[in-house]
C-alpha cells in the first residue's frame, strides 16, 4: 500500500527500485533505515565489551578497561574516516590493500555501495557501518592486557594497529578485489578480520607485556585468576554486545532482506546455546550456575557465528552455539597451563571462537541461505558459487591459518 | 544497477523497521533483570539479573522448538496451534501467519514473536525474588512458556484464536504477556512462600537503568506490532510515551502525597504500569486516551500494590501481580472503552470500535479474553509448580543467609576493595583447599538494613 518505491528498467535493461520523490537516487530507502539502524547498534557493543571488561578486572581497575574501550571510539573514528575506509574498501583495492582514494571519505558513490552486497545502499551508509567493526576490533585487544598498561601509548597502538593489521585483513575479506574474498572464502560478519585478528593480537600484547603482579605486588610463578569486582556490569556489558550483535550480524546484509533476517536468528539461536553450554560445562566441573560463565559463552556463541550469520541455517546456528562454547570454555585453560596472562581470555574467545566458526562455516554453509539476497539477481552476487562444502572448507581452513600466526611472536601450537 | 529483494508484498521499510523492533523488544528481558536486581538487596542482586538473562536462551530455544508453532501456525485450532512449524520449518515467504503481518516474511514475524515470548517468563522470576532456585526456575520457564505463553498466545493472536475471532483487541500483549505473568507469578509466590527477611532495594540506578531499557524497548514492544513501518506504528509509539509518562507521574505524584517525597522508584514502576496498561490498547487508542489510560493504571496499580498487604497472604516480592497482572487487566477493559475505529483505519483495517464508537459489548469481549486469561494462567501454574514441588530434586524454595548469589552461584555481583583480589591468595593462604569464592567470604553477604527503613517499603 506504500507508494515509495518506483520499479523501471535501468540502462542495462536489469529491473530496478528508486524513489518517487527523487527518482535519481538509486538507494533504497527501507535498507537504508536498517543499515543505519545496525550501526547504531553496532557502536554500543564497544561500550558493552568495555563494561564487559571493566566488570571482570579488579576494582581499582575499572575505570581505565572501560576508558581504554570507549576511547577506542573516537581514535578509529578518526583513523577510519581518515584513511582506513579507503585503505580498506578502495573500489580499486589490490587484492592485499586498498589505496588513498578514499581518503576523508572522498569520492564516495551516493548510488551504490563497494561491495556485491551493498549494491542498494549509499557507499556512505556502508562506510559508517563498517567504522563499527573497525572500532569493536580495536576495543577487544584491550582486553587481553589488562590492568597493566598505560593508556596513551595504547590508544597510539589502536591508532596503528588499526592501520596496519585491520584494514589489511578486512580488505582481504571484504573488498571486493581481496584475495580471499576471491577465493571464495566466507566470512559474512568478520570472523577473521575482527575476532581472529584482535584475539591473536590480544595474544601477542599480553605476551610482550608480561604476567600481572599479585596482590602482594610481587611477580607471581602462575598467573593469577582475578576474581571480577563487578559482575551486574559484566551482565550489562553482554547485554549490550547481544544486542549490538544483532546489528553486527544481520545488518551485514546491507539490506533489509531476508538475509537479514535469517542472521538474526541464528545470531541469537547460537549465543543461547553458547551460553547454556559454556554455563552447564563450568557446572559440571565446578558444581556452581556462575554468571560469568554464562556471559562468556554468550559471546563465544556470538563470535562463533559471525562468519557464519549469513549463510546458515537455524539448526546449523544450534551447532554453531554448541561448539563454540564448548571449545573455548576448553580454550580458555588454556592460559593457566601455557601460563600466559590473557586476562579477560580474549585469545580463546574471539581468537579461537573465530577460528572454529570460520571452519564450521565452511561445513554447513548453505547456498540457499546465501541466495535469499537477491531473488531476482540474474547473476550471482555472491563471491563464487556454493556448491559443496569440500571447496569452501579447504579455502576455509587455508587463509584462516595462514593469517593467525602472523601476528603471534611466539606461536602457540595450532594443529 | 540494483540487486533487489522485490516481491510484490514484502517491503524493505516495513522488514527494517520491524528487525529493528526484534531488536528493541530483545533488550527490554535485560531490562527486567537490571530492575528486578536494584530492587532486591545485594547478596540477591546477580541471579536476579542471571534468571531473566536466562529466559532469553530457554525460550528462545523453546520457541524454534515448538513454541511458534503452538503458538502461530496457520492451521491451528481456536485454543492451541498445531506442530507443522516446528523449528522454524514451512514458513512462508510472502507474508505472515496473520491478518496484521502481511506486509513482511513469516520468518521475520516468528523472530520478533519470539522476544515476546521471552519477556514473559522474565517478568514472573520477579514475584518470587530472594528464594528461589535457579535450575528448576529454568526449567519452570520451559515447561511454563509451552502450557501457558503459547495457548494464550494462540487464542489472542492466531488467526483462528477464539479471542480474535470474537473480535478481541489485544494489539502486544495485554493477555498473553502481562495478564498472564502477572496471575503466574501470583500462583508462584503463593507455593513458594514468604521471604524471611524484609528487603529494601540495594541499587536503584540500576532500578532506573532497568527501566530505561523497558521503556526504550516498549517502543519496538507496541510499535514493531504493526509489523509494519506504517502510521499505526507511530501512533503506537506516541500512545506508548504518553501513557508511561502520566503513569510514572501520577504514580509517583500519589506516592508523594503518602510519603512526602519524591521517589525514584515510585517513578519507575509508575512508567512501567503505564506501558504495561496501554500494551493492549496502542494500535487502537488516540493520545487522548493514552493520558486517561496512564493516569487511571498509575493510580489503580499503586493501590493494588497495597492490596498485598492487605490481604497478607502472599509476598510478590517486585509487585508483579500488581503492576502486570492487574495493570494489563486495567489496560485491557479501557482497551474495550477507547478503541477507535479512526485510528484502526489509518492502515486500512477495520474493526467495530470501542464504547467510544458507541459498540459496549467491545468491553465485554475484553473482559471475557482478561478473565479467562488470568485464571487460566494462575490455576495452570499453580499445577505445574505443585507437581514441580512434588519431585525430588525440583523443589523451588531456597533458604539461607548467604543469598542466593552465594548459593546457587557461587559469585558475588560486587567486590569493592576486599581482600583477598585473586583465587591464587586464597589457595596460597592455606585456609581452603579448592578455589572457593564461598569460603573466601568470612562475613555474611551484606549488612542486614535496620527494621524502620524496612518497613518503609514500597518495593514494586
Not at chain 1, 541469537?268 to 553458547?274: F, M, R, T, V, Y
Not at chain 2, 506516541?238 to 501513557?243: F, K, P, S, Y
Request: hydrophobic share 50%; net charge negative.
Amino acid at each position: 500500500m506504500s507508494e515509495s518505491l518506483y520499479i523501471s528498467l535501468d540502462n542495462n535493461q536489469q529491473l530496478t527500485m528508486t524513489n518517487d520523490t527523487n527518482p535519481s537516487e538509486k538507494f533504497i530507502r527501507g535498507d537504508v533505515a536498517w543499515v543505519l539502524t545496525a550501526a547504531c547498534f553496532t557502536w554500543l557493543m564497544t561500550p558493552g565489551i568495555g563494561l564487559f571488561y571493566s566488570g571482570l578486572a579488579r576494582r581499582k581497575n575499572a575505570l581505565s578497561l572501560i576508558m581504554l574501550c570507549f576511547l577506542a571510539i573516537p581514535i578509529v573514528s578518526i583513523q577510519w574516516y581518515t584513511w582506513g575506509y579507503s585503505l580498506t574498501f578502495n573500489k580499486n583495492a589490490g587484492p592485499f590493500i586498498g589505496n588513498l582514494q578514499n581518503v576523508f571519505f572522498l569520492n564516495l558513490d551516493w548510488d551504490s555501495g563497494p561491495t556485491d552486497a551493498s549494491q542498494n545502499i549509499p557507499e556512505h551508509a556502508f562506510a559508517v557501518f563498517e567504522c563499527m567493526f573497525a572500532i569493536l576490533s580495536a576495543a577487544i585487544i584491550v582486553g587481553g592486557a589488562a590492568e597493566r598498561i598505560r593508556i596513551f601509548p595504547t590508544i597510539i597502538f589502536i591508532f596503528f594497529w588499526s592501520t596496519l593489521v585491520y584494514d589489511v585483513i578486512a580488505s582481504w575479506c571484504w573488498s571486493k578485489n581481496g584475495w580471499i574474498a576471491k577465493l571464495g572464502g566466507l566470512d559474512y560478519a568478520g570472523g577473521i578480520p575482527v575476532h581472529v585478528s584482535s584475539g591473536a593480537s590480544a595474544l601477542a600484547f599480553c605476551l610482550i607485556v608480561g604476567r600481572r603482579l599479585e596482590d602482594n605486588g610481587m611477580k607471581p610463578r602462575r598467573v593469577i585468576d582475578v576474581i571480577p569486582h563487578n559482575i551486574i556490569n559484566v551482565v550489562i556489558g553482554t547485554i549490550f554486545l547481544w544486542f549490538g550483535w544483532f546489528g553486527f550480524n544481520a545488518g551485514t546484509a546491507m539490506a533489509a532482506n531476508k538475509r537479514a533476517i535469517m542472521a538474526c536468528i541464528v545470531s541469537n539461536l547460537s549465543a543461547s546455546l553458547g551460553g547454556l553450554t559454556w554455563m552447564f560445562l563450568d557446572y559440571w566441573r565446578n558444581g556452581n550456575l556462575y554468571a560469568v560463565s554464562f556471559c562468556s559463552g554468550a559471546i563465544a556463541g556470538l563470535v562463533t557465528i559471525t562468519s557464519g550469520s549469513g549463510y546458515v541455517s537455524p539448526f546449523s546456528a544450534v551447532i554453531f552455539g554448541v561448539i563454540g562454547g564448548a571449545v573455548c570454555n576448553f580454550a580458555a585453560r588454556l592460559k593457566f597451563i601455557l601460563n600466559f596472562d590473557d586476562s579477560m581470555d580474549v585469545f580463546a574467545i574471539h581468537c579461537v571462537g573465530g577460528l572454529i566458526g570460520s571452519i564450521l562455516t565452511g561445513a554447513f554453509a548453505d547456498k540457499y541461505i546465501a541466495h535469499y539476497s537477491g531473488e531476482f539477481s540474474w547473476e550471482l552476487n555472491e563471491a563464487g558459487e556454493l556448491d559443496g562444502t569440500d571447496i569452501t572448507e579447504h579455502g576455509e581452513a587455508a587463509y584462516c591459518f595462514a593469517d593467525a600466526p602472523e601476528e603471534n611472536v611466539i606461536r602457540i601450537n595450532d594443529n | 544497477m540494483s540487486t533487489t529483494d522485490v516481491s510484490s508484498s514484502t517491503e524493505s521499510g516495513h522488514v527494517a523497521w520491524v528487525l529493528a523492533a526484534t531488536c528493541l523488544v530483545w533488550i527490554m528481558t535485560p531490562g527486567v533483570g537490571l530492575l528486578y536486581s536494584g530492587l532486591a538487596r545485594k547478596k540477591h542482586a546477580l541471579s536476579l539479573i542471571m534468571l531473566c538473562f536466562l529466559a532469553i536462551p530457554i525460550v528462545s530455544v523453546q520457541w524454534f522448538i515448538w513454541g511458534y508453532s503452538l503458538a502461530f501456525s496457520r492451521t491451528g485450532g481456536p485454543f492451541i496451534g498445531n506442530l507443522q512449524n516446528v523449528f522454524f520449518m514451512n514458513l512462508q515467504w510472502d507474508s505472515g501467519p496473520t491478518n496484521a503481518s502481511k506486509q513482511v516474511p513469516e520468518v521475520l514475524f516468528a523472530i520478533f514473536e519470539c522476544m515476546f515470548a521471552v519477556i514473559t517468563p522474565a517478568l514472573i522470576i520477579g514475584a518470587v525474588a530472594e528464594r528461589v532456585r535457579l535450575l528448576p526456575t529454568v526449567i519452570f520457564i520451559f515447561i511454563w512458556s509451552t502450557l501457558v505463553y503459547d495457548v494464550i498466545a494462540a487464542w489472542c493472536w492466531s488467526k483462528n484464536g477464539w479471542f480474535a475471532t470474537l473480535g478481541g483487541l489485544d494489539y502486544a500483549g495485554g493477555i498473553p504477556v502481562h495478564i498472564s505473568s502477572g496471575a503466574a507469578a501470583l500462583a508462584f509466590c503463593i507455593v513458594v512462600g514468604r521471604r524471611n527477611r524484609p528487603s529494601s532495594p540495594h541499587n536503584i540506578v540500576n532500578v532506573i537503568l532497568g527501566t530505561v531499557l523497558l521503556w526504550f524497548g516498549w517502543f519496538g514492544f507496541n510499535g514493531g506490532s504493526a509489523v509494519a513501518a506504517n502510521k499505526r506504528a507511530i501512533m503506537a509509539c506516541i500512545v506508548t510515551n504518553l501513557a508511561a509518562s502520566f503513569s510514572g507521574l501520577a504514580w509517583m505524584f500519589l506516592d508523594y502525597f503518602k510519603y512526602n517525597k519524591l521517589r525514584a522508584v515510585s517513578f519507575c514502576s509508575g512508567a512501567v504500569a503505564g506501558l504495561v496498561a496501554i500494551t493492549p490498547a496502542s494500535g487502537y487508542v488516540a493520545p487522548y486516551a493514552a493520558a486517561v489510560f496512564g493516569i487511571v493504571s498509575g493510580v489503580l496499580c499503586n493501590l493494588a500494590v497495597a492490596m498485598k498487604r492487605l490481604l497478607g497472604k502472599y509476598d510478590d516480592a517486585m509487585d508483579v501481580f500488581a503492576i502486570h497482572g492487574i495493570g494489563g487487566f486495567i489496560g485491557n477493559i479501557l482497551t474495550g472503552v477507547f478503541a477507535d475505529q479512526n485510528i484502526v483505519s489509518l492502515n486500512g483495517d477495520n474493526i467495530n470500535g470501542g464504547a467510544v464508537n458507541g459498540n459496549f459489548i467491545q468491553i465485554l469481549i475484553q473482559l471475557s479474553g482478561s478473565c479467562s486469561g488470568m485464571m487460566y494462567s494462575f490455576l495452570v501454574t499453580l499445577i505445574i509448580l505443585y507437581i514441580m514441588n512434588i519431585i525430588p530434586g525440583l523443589s523451588l524454595r531456597l533458604d539461607g543467609e548467604d543469598g542466593t548469589d552465594i548459593i546457587e552461584m557461587g559469585e558475588r555481583a560486587y567486590r569493592f576493595d576486599e581482600e583477598p583480589e585473586t583465587r591464587n591468595a586464597i589457595i596460597e593462604k592455606g585456609d581452603v583447599e579448592s578455589v572457593d569464592i564461598e569460603s573466601a567470604n568470612n562475613e555474611n553477604g551484606d549488612v542486614e538494613r535496620s527494621d524502620s527503613e524496612s518497613t518503609n517499603n514500597e518495593v514494586v
